[in-house]
């Protein structure tokens, strides 16, 4: 089973991190292609703006995997470094099942607007009437994503030591 959770947080945090870098890079395009529209002809393309908030929304949630497996979590230490090594271990694993148990939770409560969006038909308000289930769909899947990884973390016995984390 570990060899399962090891290869699916594997390949979900590299999902994550192509899924980011693309978003980025959609962003760029867009915001330049925009720039340079203005700049040239003198009329924005007009949908640089919202097809840009909507992708920074994507890569928040997207990349929560990504941001797990390579630890770049906010981590704060403050009390928990000052227990043992034992008890840190302990710790970490509670947390850790707490958190999987709540990240699953956050993927089903956020999984409920992109199902009434796409039942109701519901669509942006905007030149592009995107229709919203599109919008809302990174949440869920970003939390299921890390979801994923935290339960692989659980199966393996917990979060790195605290031991060696430098955070405050």
Known sequence: MRN???A???FLSRVSAVAGQAII???VLLITVD???RNIILKSILIATEVSGYALVAL????LAYTER???NIKISILTKRFSPSVQKKLQLVVSI???IFMAWLTWITLGPVIDNFNNKVTSITILHVPMWILYISIPIGYAMLTVLMTNEVVNGGYKSLETDDSV
Request: aromatic residues 14%.
């Open 25 to 27: 890079a959609i962003m």
């Open 98 to 100: 707490v958190s999987t």
């Open 4 to 6: 399962y959770f090891d």
């Open 60 to 63: 928040a949630f997207l990349g």
């Open 70 to 72: 390579t630890g770049s």
């Open 8 to 10: 699916l947080s594997n």
């Open 35 to 37: 720039v340079l529209s």
